[in-house]
């Protein structure tokens, strides 16, 4: 078959590869531990499976495209009224919204690098400008992130914790950020990781939001809530913001399904928050043996950790392959690797301990 194939596509679709999927990797003696996208390592709690069985009865009819329950669930445990709140297919799905909500040709929108790799796609994808301002010791450069910031910037992502380095910029160093960026530019706080952290210099978002309408707060049920599989992100905002960032939903995207397994995510958040407890004990296990083997790792808030590996990335990965871990390089600056279970993390730290690393 030699058929030309002629539509027109957008050229901005040539700068991405084609979509890999990841190969599954497994161990000598048949294991397989996934490391590589930072979801929770527990299965959906019962009663969260039980909701999810129920809807599963239903899928004959359309969501509710207000999705009303699971937004007034969202707003309850935020603290603010449902007007406050934007419901979308993952938070992906959500920081999509709002860059349709927001870009246009000659449009910047403005984000650390590395950070999310959905960021670069998605604003690609736009139409936008993506102005990337490179990382100052695994951390965010607010400095640098206000300068690069111009009269066409729209919107500032801020990752924090950033994945995939696990660092965090503190309250008072991003309140001082945000008093300086211009009202009309929208920053948004993507805090997928915010369960997470324990440090105490992590911003209060209802503290940060008072008074700046242009704050944005973004969090999703796919990390600590655990249902990555399932795509419910949202945000939290100013309601003029909210109902702007509300037309550009795509109808239903947040399926019945979902919309019930997050209510029912919410009724449990205690028993989910009490895993979440359990990650970051493993978190600050596997840094403390990782440190104690020599190697340098950032302190991290998420549940991951970054290893800097540098031109040996693509080494490390393999090796964590053959163990039967897969981890997530990024070219050759360094290696994410997710918290799992205790087993998981210490089929890592097998590894990391065996790789030749210190300097
Ligand atoms: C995992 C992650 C998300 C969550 O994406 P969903 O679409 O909600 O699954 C958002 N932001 C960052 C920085 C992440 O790492």
Redesign the pocket.
């Known amino acids: 078959m030699s058929e030309a194939v002629s539509p027109r596509f957008r050229s901005v679709l040539d700068r991405f590869a084609a979509y890999k999927p990841g190969k599954a990797v497994t161990s000598p003696d048949g294991r397989s531990f996934k490391l590589s996208s930072?979801e929770s390592p527990h299965e959906p709690l019962p009663s969260v499976q039980k909701a999810i069985m129920e809807a599963a009865a239903n899928v004959n009819r359309y969501p509710d495209n207000n999705a009303t329950a699971l937004i007034d669930a969202i707003a309850e445990h935020a603290g603010v009224s449902p007007d406050c709140v934007a419901v979308g297919c993952?938070?992906?799905?959500v920081a999509q919204m709002l860059l349709e909500a927001v870009a246009e040709p000659g449009a910047e929108v403005v984000y650390a690098w590395r950070s999310?790799e959905a960021y670069p796609l998605l604003v690609a994808l736009s139409g936008a400008t993506p102005v990337q301002v490179p990382l100052r010791d695994e951390t965010h450069d607010l400095d640098a992130m206000l300068a690069a910031i111009t009269p066409h910037t729209r919107l500032v992502f801020v990752?924090n914790p950033n994945?995939p380095t696990g660092t965090i910029v503190g309250h008072d160093e991003l309140a001082a950020f945000l008093d300086r960026v211009p009202a009309d530019c929208l920053v948004v706080l993507?805090e997928?990781y915010g369960e997470y952290v324990r440090d105490g210099r992590f911003p209060d978002n209802m503290e940060l939001r008072k008074g700046r309408p242009n704050v944005v707060v973004l969090r999703?049920f796919?990390?600590a809530y655990g249902l990555?599989g399932l795509?419910i992100?949202f945000l939290v905002a100013h309601p003029e913001v909210a109902e702007a960032i509300r037309k550009t939903y795509l109808p239903f995207s947040v399926n019945s399904v979902a919309q019930a397994a997050g209510v029912a995510s919410l009724a449990a958040r205690g028993e989910l928050l009490a895993r979440v407890d359990a990650t970051v004990a493993e978190r600050e296990r596997v840094h403390a043996a990782l440190v104690a083997d020599g190697w340098t790792v950032p302190r991290s808030e998420a549940n991951f950790v970054w290893l800097r590996l540098g031109d040996r990335t693509a080494e490390f990965s393999a090796a964590c392959d053959a163990q039967g871990v897969s981890v997530r390089p990024f070219g050759d600056e360094g290696a994410r690797v997710s918290i799992g279970s205790p087993e998981e993390n210490d089929a890592f730290l097998a590894v990391a301990r065996a790789f030749p690393h210190r300097a």
Do not use: E, H, L, Q
């Open positions: 930072n993952g938070s992906v799905g999310f990752c994945n993507d997928a999703t796919s990390k990555a795509r992100g």
